[in-house]
């Protein structure tokens, strides 16, 4: 088991290139299932969580190759196979993503179901009432959704206590992409991982139209051909980026970033006393990666502000253990509400044992900042807790050491290189 090792204090300054997003790679890589030929993928994380849904695919009768430009090419060989195994799923919840393709394109499917995780119950009642909308037989049985059936078009409101779902939206898309008839999907997630998957369908020979919108008309097509596709940067990561170049108080700029997608967190950062000056002012399209830069500079403390998680464009809850992080120095007291995942504070303890001073009590968190956090030795709980230790650790006075790393490298491609590159005294060490 590894350790990581944060020496704090030392200011971010320089260049760093955002990787391609975890969120958008995933269910990018399940719609392969739905292909003829071979799908070449651009702009693929090197992740564990990637590692994970590869070997899923093998299972399921799909081959996958890294080629010596990291493109990652996708060919589906034999159809046989419907069962994505429990030994696989339970390592990471999106797997539930291989259910909606499988059902589309071989009409049936056969996925563990995935278990809770430590930011809360993960429920799949509303994949699940999606794909009866569309026709599928759905059986619960020894911890496997079985789904049998012909997709069939129809009209699926996806609507849940906290919203829409991310990965709810994607299934249903990838089961209607080949149904006889259109499909409306009421209530769809927008996020920019959900248009970018909407995107890649589409080039792939999908009708799919209203895409960024709650309204999505998915028209039944035949087949899906091969094609090359580049995902769309890390929204989560370029956002982690920043603000571990605020807490810092160094100044940092973020290439290929992924601005575009983060008017929320941007918002939040500028009111925190942030500067943020995004260089090229044409938004990007999504679907389409384009490099802009986004300088991140700091030239005071940071002042406290109130952040509720929303669904997009909202404040994303994979952003609220970073503000956590940076809130914990703010010169007054901030407010946090999670409004995804009411639970999602396993962070909190951990930032307390820094010396923090949060009050947590259900979905709300009162933040009343200190003027310095102290380096300890504090465990990972999930990827985006991870990733608030390692903020909290680069600001904080002493050393911090992160015990359970392989929650980060579920999400991060290899972070503390990169923050190293950036000035950081931050390194890997055997527990
Ligand atoms: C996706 O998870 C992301 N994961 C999560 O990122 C992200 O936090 C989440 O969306 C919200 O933005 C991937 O894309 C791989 P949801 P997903 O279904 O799709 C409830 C990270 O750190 N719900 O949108 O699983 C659910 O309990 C990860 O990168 C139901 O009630 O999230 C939650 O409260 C963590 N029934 C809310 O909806 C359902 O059938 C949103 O969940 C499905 C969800």
Redesign the pocket.
Known sequence: MEKMVIEGGYPLNGKVKVNGA??AA??IMAACLLINGTTKLRGIPELTDVKTLCKILNELGVDTKKCEDGSLDITVKDERNITAPYDLVRTM??SI?VLGPLLGKRGMAKVSIPGGCS?????????IKGIESLGAEVVMEDGYVIATGKMKGSEIYLG?????????TCNIIMAAVLAEGRTIIENA?C?P?VQDLAHFLNKAGANIAGIGESNLIVDGVDRLNGIEYEIIPDR?EAGTIMIAGAITGGNIVLENDASCYLASVIDKLREAGVGIKITDADKNTPGHVQSSECFVKRDGNIKPVNITTL?YPGM???MQAQFSALLSIANGTSIITER??PHRFMHVAELNRMGANIMNEDAIAIIKGVPKLSGTTVMAS???ASASLIIAGLAAKGITEIRRLYHIDR?YERLEDRLKNLGAKIWREKE
Do not use: M, Q, W
């Open positions: 975890k969120n995933l269910p919840r999106a993503c930011i809360g119950s993960r429920p799949i009642d509303i994949h849940g206590p906290y919203g829409s779902t991310v990965l709810g997630a996020e991982e989560i669904p994303p809850t994979d995804v995942f999930d990827l985006r999400g």
